[in-house]
Structures are given as structure tokens and as C-alpha cells.
């Protein structure tokens, strides 16, 4: 089974409008992190915001932000006021285990996103 | 803090050719990442390096792949005998032993491989 799962291969959003990019994940460990990277077509994984499993609120960073539902195992990420930049392929990722101790990021398949003037 | 460089950004070759690509890490993190990404996937995790030693090797790393990290500052990964499914996108990543379970993994550019 997929340990991390982006069912949107594909994404439109208007400039200006907010979008939702899901991720859900499947772990037994009960510490984990979740990240979101930005992948431009120049090719560079930029990292976005980061979750841990018991941070007890919803991470934020800028524009960005995760809704976290741990009991769902979900982690979408939400970008607020899309910018024609924000066209990438964006990735889920998780590291199983507490603190760094693991160093293998775990990625889903990724969503396109396309941001429309 | 210039980031994490990769050479070269593309290699074109022959199949059953060697290459060899050269990762330099953020001058300050000791551990080292060699990810691979086909086309229309997320990437996959090939190594891991903390300082000179290797600690863990994927499956997907087959014997014709070696890395090293000689003096735990810039890595090199060769594959031998390249094939046609090695083609893909080799990515790098660093970052410091920090113990805090939010600490990203910092990539760079990443290394195009295309057999021809």
C-alpha cells in the first residue's frame, strides 16, 4: 500500500482564488512529520510548511497552510490568493519516527498546479 | 548559505556508458541524500550519508549504482553500465543532525539523466 497518496494528478485554480491540494498518508508510527515541497519546472524541491503528528494546530507559513485530520489521516495543503508563481508540481512527503531520527522522506506522486491569469 | 549544487544539471549518454555526478551540500549539514525521480513521480530515496559513512542504501540502488561522501562534505554517485530505465532525474538533498523532527531536507537542482 502507498504510504503517501495525492489522488489529484491535476489542478486549475483562478489567480487570486484559494486552492486545496490533498495528501492523505498510511503509518503505524505514532511520530511522524508530513512536508510539502514545491517543485518548479527548473526542477529544485523547495520546501514549503511542515507538520508534525502532535502538533496540536494547523501549521501556517505565509500563504500556505495545512489542514491537518489526524483521526483521517489526511494533510491538505492550502494556498491562499494563488499567484501565476505558485504553477509547480507540488509533493506530500512523510518521515516516519520521532525527532530526525529517520532520514527517508516518504513522497506521494505529486498534483500539478496551474494557476489561470 | 548558497544551497545545495549539483553537476552537471544534464548528462546525456550512451547505454552501457559510466557516469558520475557530484553533489555539494550546504556547507554545514552533515547529512547527505540521494533521492531519483522518473518522470511523473515523486522522488524516491536511493542513500543516505551522516559525515563519510554511508548508512543506508535502498533496494532500488542496484550494484551498478556506488556513492560516496570521501571527506563528509561533497558525494558523488556513479552508476555503471548504464541502462535505459536509469534515466530519470537524481536529486540531492542536505541537512544539519538538528534532533527536531521539523528539520527539511534542503535539495538542490538535481541532475537530468537521459540514455540514449
Known amino acids: 500500500a502507498q504510504k503517501i497518496t495525492q489522488t489529484q494528478p491535476g489542478m486549475f485554480v483562478q489567480e487570486k482564488e484559494a486552492v486545496t491540494l490533498d495528501c492523505t498518508y498510511d503509518t503505524s508510527d505514532p511520530s511522524y512529520g508530513l512536508f510539502w515541497y514545491k517543485q518548479p519546472s527548473s526542477g529544485e524541491m523547495i520546501f514549503l510548511i511542515y507538520q508534525g503528528s502532535y502538533d496540536q494546530q494547523n501549521a501556517t507559513e505565509g500563504r500556505y497552510s495545512l489542514n491537518f485530520q489526524k483521526a483521517r489521516k489526511s494533510a491538505n495543503l492550502v494556498i491562499s490568493a494563488s499567484q501565476l508563481g505558485d504553477s509547480a508540481m507540488y509533493f506530500c512527503a512523510m518521515r516516519e519516527g520521532p525527532g530526525d531520527s529517520s532520514y527517508k522522506l516518504i513522497f506521494g506522486s505529486g498534483t500539478r498546479l496551474l494557476v489561470r491569469p | ?116
Request: contains cysteine; aromatic residues 10%; positive net charge.
Open chain 2, 1 to 116: 548559505d548558497t544551497g545545495v549544487s549539483q553537476n552537471p544539471r544534464h548528462k546525456i549518454t550512451k547505454r552501457g556508458q559510466n557516469v558520475t555526478f557530484r553533489c555539494d551540500p550546504i556547507s554545514e549539514h552533515n547529512r547527505l541524500y540521494w533521492y531519483r525521480q522518473t518522470l511523473g513521480q515523486g522522488p524516491e530515496f536511493l542513500t543516505y550519508f551522516q559525515n563519510e559513512a554511508q548508512l543506508e542504501k535502498s533496494r532500488l540502488l542496484s550494484d551498478r549504482f556506488s556513492a560516496e561522501r570521501p571527506k563528509g562534505s561533497f558525494s558523488t554517485l556513479e552508476i555503471q553500465r548504464t541502462e535505459q530505465g536509469d534515466s530519470a532525474m537524481y536529486l540531492c538533498a542536505s541537512s544539519p543532525s538538528t534532533g527536531l523532527s521539523n528539520q527539511p531536507q534542503h535539495f538542490g537542482d538535481g541532475t537530468r539523466l537521459s540514455i540514449l
